[in-house]
């Protein structure tokens, strides 16, 4: 290929690109920092030189012809490679820069992550992070994201796993309602007191507890008059008085320091309740941006307390 013709395709196949994963003009010309107008002559013009339309135009989408189809799904792959050893390029000297997207827990992370980000970015002032919080497990690969933090029993092996902390399943509940109700010495009380749970369809759930020091096990099915699906939101409403909860140790530690909360059954090893590891993932790839690694070696460190203390 002639110089000149690489030179004119470049830069439209990189655009034709963005346009197939947009799927609209308007979104591929925000992506790209350009106007929707010059979008579309971009286009035009690729299509003049291919000789073939690669672009169906409706008043409500973009859609891929098949030649189009066949062109992008051919450029992914080098495109990536391209971008992969520009950073790692770009990485390789100066100071520390780039862009780090993280998913994590709505509740970890407005708990326990911001502290740790805000301290990165004082140390490394041309690093990006876009932390995006939800409870669903959004895919890496398909989102996009460099990291994400799972709170859960198990993580795919599809990723690269890292630990990042140990935490534990807790009861808790506030002084003043154990001041009004009483604190239970056994499990099985439990069945008479409010219980803050997280729903499991419409049958009320069973608490699974084993004494630390005795062979004693037993499972209690609890009852209360509030369910969440949020641990911040049984956290508060246990705060609040409404009655006995089982949370993550992340969850209620501010509120155990504050005196907000007060341990309950603290003899009893709660079994079957909340992960008892938080892992730091992501995905697998022959290059990792400088900026990903530091930022996840500075989260493992800022957590390793977490780890060594059980």
């Known amino acids: 290929m002639?110089?000149?013709?690489?030179?004119?395709?470049?830069?439209?196949?990189?655009?034709?690109?963005?346009?197939?994963?947009?799927?609209?003009?308007?979104?591929?010309?925000?992506?790209?920092?350009?106007?929707?107008?010059?979008?579309?002559q971009k286009i035009k013009q690729l299509e003049s030189l291919a000789g073939v339309a690669l672009v169906t135009r409706t008043?409500?989408?973009v859609r891929l012809t098949e030649a189009g189809k066949t062109l992008t799904s051919g450029l992914r792959q080098p495109f990536?490679?391209?971008?992969?050893?520009?950073?790692?390029?770009?990485?390789?000297?100066?100071p520390l820069r780039g862009t780090v997207r993280i998913t994590a827990p709505v509740a970890f992370a407005r708990q326990q992550l911001l502290g740790p980000i805000r301290g990165f970015l004082q140390q490394y002032p041309q690093v990006r992070i876009q932390l995006e919080v939800s409870d669903q497990l959004l895919s890496l690969a398909s989102e996009g994201f460099d990291?994400?933090?799972?709170?859960?029993?198990?993580?795919?092996?599809?990723?690269?796993?890292?630990?990042?902390?140990?935490?534990?399943?807790?009861?808790?509940?506030?002084?003043?309602?154990?001041?009004?109700?009483?604190?239970?010495?056994?499990?099985?009380?439990?069945?008479?007191y409010d219980c803050l749970y997280y729903p499991r369809g419409n049958e009320l759930p069973q608490w699974r507890f084993r004494h630390s020091q005795q062979q004693?096990?037993?499972?209690?099915?609890?009852?209360?008059?509030?369910?969440?699906n949020n641990?911040?939101?049984?956290?508060?409403?246990?705060?609040?008085?409404?009655?006995?909860?089982?949370?993550?140790?992340?969850?209620?530690?501010?509120?155990?320091?504050?005196?907000?909360?007060?341990?309950?059954?603290?003899?009893?090893?709660?079994?079957?309740?909340?992960?008892?590891?938080?892992?730091?993932?992501?995905?697998?790839?022959p290059r990792v941006p400088r900026a990903v690694t530091v930022f996840s070696h500075w989260l493992q460190d800022a957590f390793s307390d977490q780890r060594?203390?059980?």
């Not at 391209?82 to 000297?93: G, L, P």
Request: glycine share 6%; aromatic share 6%.
């Open 2 to 40: 002639k110089r000149s013709q690489a030179d004119a395709l470049l830069n439209p196949l990189h655009w034709l690109l963005v346009l197939a994963e947009q799927g609209s003009f308007t979104r591929a010309a925000e992506q790209l920092g350009v106007s929707k107008a010059a979008m579309s």
């Open 59 to 61: 008043t409500r989408s």
């Open 80 to 94: 990536e490679q391209i971008e992969q050893q520009f950073t790692a390029i770009r990485d390789s000297s100066g």
């Open 147 to 192: 990291l994400a933090i799972r709170h859960s029993h198990r993580v795919a092996d599809t990723h690269v796993v890292l630990p990042l902390c140990d935490t534990r399943t807790l009861l808790v509940a506030a002084p003043d309602y154990l001041k009004w109700a009483g604190t239970p010495q056994h499990p099985q009380a439990l069945t008479q």
């Open 216 to 228: 004693e096990c037993c499972s209690v099915t609890i009852r209360g008059s509030f369910a969440t």
């Open 231 to 285: 641990s911040e939101s049984i956290r508060d409403a246990a705060i609040a008085g409404l009655g006995i909860a089982m949370l993550p140790e992340f969850s209620a530690r501010a509120a155990l320091q504050a005196g907000q909360l007060t341990p309950v059954l603290a003899d009893w090893q709660i079994e079957g309740g909340f992960a008892d590891k938080i892992w730091l993932v992501r995905p697998y790839s």
């Open 308 to 310: 060594m203390s059980r």
